[in-house]
């Protein structure tokens, strides 16, 4: 990435939470800069995101594409971690790697890495994961630093590495999953979900009788 496209993205805050309907901060850069993006679909950046952007382009600042989200305080994901049955899903789904925990253990966030970028919440298949307020009163970059962008970027940087370094070089690709695969670990992940469920039930107190 060069030239325009690089300021774009060096302006942008690096969440990479793809509400813009792009992959990633670059994909929307690059999007901007071709002219195929509005200057206004980065609800983390704001107003102040869609001024910066406005200045490198020349173009006019718009107001926010409420269908892309609405500007608001910067949020934390946070782990119930009473719930979590340690299926890791979240783990692939967060950008900056926040989320650290194996395989069917308790998952918990690092509170510096997170982004707010809310990846992992659609993918928990319990629930167990929530969103708490971090920057009350402030919204888009008053609630977010270039230093924090700067950091978020080469997090999501060693993420893309590590997926790539998992992925096994000169080997034919796998062949498509059955089925049968995929629901049978959607059953377990449930499975162990309700017997979760069961566990907590029993350890709640008998309800005193009137």
């Known amino acids: 990435m060069i030239g325009l496209a690089a300021r774009i993205h060096n302006a942008l805050p690096q969440t990479q939470c793809t509400r813009c309907g792009y992959p990633d901060c670059a994909g929307y850069a690059q999007a901007v800069a071709d002219g195929e993006a509005n200057l206004n679909q980065c609800p983390p950046g704001g107003a102040e995101g869609i001024a910066r952007l406005a200045r490198l382009t020349g173009r006019e600042p718009l107001p926010l594409d409420p269908q892309f989200g609405t500007e608001g305080p910067r949020a934390m994901a946070v782990i119930d971690e009473a719930w979590c049955i340690g299926?890791?899903?979240?783990?692939?789904?967060?950008?900056?790697d926040a989320i650290v925990g194996i395989n069917k253990r308790m998952h918990t966030v690092i509170e510096a890495h997170c982004t707010g970028c809310e990846l992992c919440i659609p993918v928990c298949p319990v629930d167990c994961i929530s969103l708490e307020v971090e920057t009350p009163g402030r919204t888009g970059w008053q609630a977010w630093s270039k230093a924090q962008?700067?950091?978020?970027?080469?997090?999501?940087?060693?993420?893309?590495e590590?997926?790539?370094?998992?992925k096994p070089q000169g080997t034919l690709p796998a062949p498509p999953a059955q089925p049968q695969t995929a629901d049978?670990?959607?059953?377990s992940i449930v499975e162990a979900a309700l017997a979760r469920a069961r566990a907590a039930s029993q350890?709640?107190?008998?309800?005193a009788k009137p």
Do not use: E, N
């Open 87 to 96: 299926c890791t899903l979240c783990l692939d789904a967060c950008p900056t």
């Open 184 to 187: 049978t670990r959607k059953r």
């Open 162 to 166: 590590h997926r790539r370094a998992d």
């Open 203 to 207: 350890q709640r107190p008998p309800a």
């Open 149 to 160: 962008a700067d950091a978020a970027l080469q997090r999501y940087k060693l993420h893309g």
